[in-house]
Nanobody
Framework: QVQLVESGGGLVQPGGSLRLSCTAS????????MTWYRQAPGNQRESVAS???????NYANTVKGRFTISRDHAKNTAYLQMNSLKPEDTAIYYC???????????????WGQGTQVTVSS
């Protein structure tokens, strides 16, 4: 069994910063792409940032230059450093990861439960 747990969300003023964490645990053999998504009320879920196992990153245009994704392989954790936050960044942020479980050879996608980020004065 594999679990993803996000943390680090909260209430922050416009212009402020938050760092989200996403930690995978369980019977993990390898973790490949890790991706942060977000979903605001009434909107579809959108990809915010992704990072490959080799460290290549991609960002949505709306967050380029403000958000930074990184990962720590030893801790099975991905991070999302969010700076210069805007009210429109308010959403539930979800983490997903492509994982091969021990004893298998198939990649499967796992999701966390989400963490709320609210940007408001």
């Amino acid at each position: 069994q594999v679990q993803l747990v996000e943390s680090g969300g909260g209430l922050v003023q416009p212009g402020g910063s938050l760092r989200l964490s996403c930690t995978a645990s369980g019977s993990i053999f390898n973790i490949y792409d890790m991706t942060w998504y977000r979903q605001a009320p009434g909107n579809q879920r959108e990809s915010v940032a992704s990072i490959t196992r080799g460290g290549n990153t991609n960002y949505a245009n709306t967050v380029k230059g403000r958000f930074t994704i990184s990962r720590d392989h030893a801790k099975n954790t991905a991070y999302l450093q969010m700076n210069s936050l805007k009210p429109e960044d308010t959403a539930i942020y979800y983490c997903s990861a492509e994982i091969i479980r021990i004893g298998t050879s198939t990649r499967s996608e796992y999701w966390g439960q989400g963490t709320q980020v609210t940007v408001s004065s």
